[in-house]
């Protein structure tokens, strides 16, 4: 009989996803959060994050977001655990088109409560755009804005605790992102592309707007 005792073999690490696999929030969340990192980097540039981010949050299975990060340092794991107390979400609209404002010698605004899509264009041509976020419901953790001002203005204001970022140029003329970047992982955050000419694209916070006592009564209101 044999007593010889053989050490336990360790157990084998579980396989990855398969590519086909439909892709969860948090997948994209998980891919949209290295996107993010490499443009703070230097890895991206700000077209570059754009295209995609766009591409993560049309993406279908899990074979369509790892290719988006492959060429990255930041290797794709397992999603990040979830705050104790997340935030509130809305239900996630159905994935569409962009939403556009445009001001051609003329004003746009778009403020109150709303509900504001994955990403939105914003151009102004001799004319004004503004877009308030403060009252604003996210379906989503990523915003991408594409502002662009040529002889006009593009003003963006958000909330003074979520995430905001930015790139873009000014040729003749202002483009300014104050940055920020919330305590809290699962705030919103809102990226800022574009450029300017003859104009003005502004993004910064509006002083005393939070965007916590709007998600808490969000979440009484679904009953969570």
Do not use: C
Request: net charge neutral; hydrophobic share 40%.
């Amino acid at each position: 009989m044999d007593l010889e005792k053989h050490p336990q073999q360790p157990a084998a690490p579980a396989p990855p996803a398969p590519a086909g696999i439909r892709a969860s929030d948090a997948d994209r969340d998980r891919i949209a959060d290295i996107l993010r990192e490499a443009m703070a980097e230097g890895r991206l540039t700000a077209e570059e994050h754009a295209e995609r981010v766009d591409a993560v949050y049309r993406a279908k299975t899990v074979g369509e977001l790892e290719p988006l990060v492959r060429d990255l340092p930041t290797p794709g794991g397992a999603p990040r655990p979830s705050s104790a107390t997340p935030y509130a979400y809305g239900p996630e609209a159905p994935a569409g088109p962009a939403d556009n404002l445009v001001a051609i010698f003329s004003s746009s605004t778009r403020k109150g409560r709303w509900r504001v899509g994955g990403r939105t264009n914003a151009f102004a041509l001799f004319g004004s755009v503004e877009i308030d976020l403060t009252e604003a419901l996210f379906s989503q953790r990523l915003t991408v804005i594409n502002a662009t001002s040529i002889f006009g203005s593009v003003e963006i204001k958000v909330p003074e605790n979520i995430s905001l970022r930015g790139s873009g140029t000014g040729v003749f003329g202002n483009f300014e992102v104050v940055t920020l970047e919330s305590a809290d992982p699962e705030a919103p955050v809102i990226v800022v592309n574009g450029y300017s000419v003859f104009g003005n694209v502004e993004a910064k916070p509006k002083r005393g707007k939070l965007i916590t006592d709007l998600h808490n009564q969000l979440r009484k209101h679904l009953g969570r």
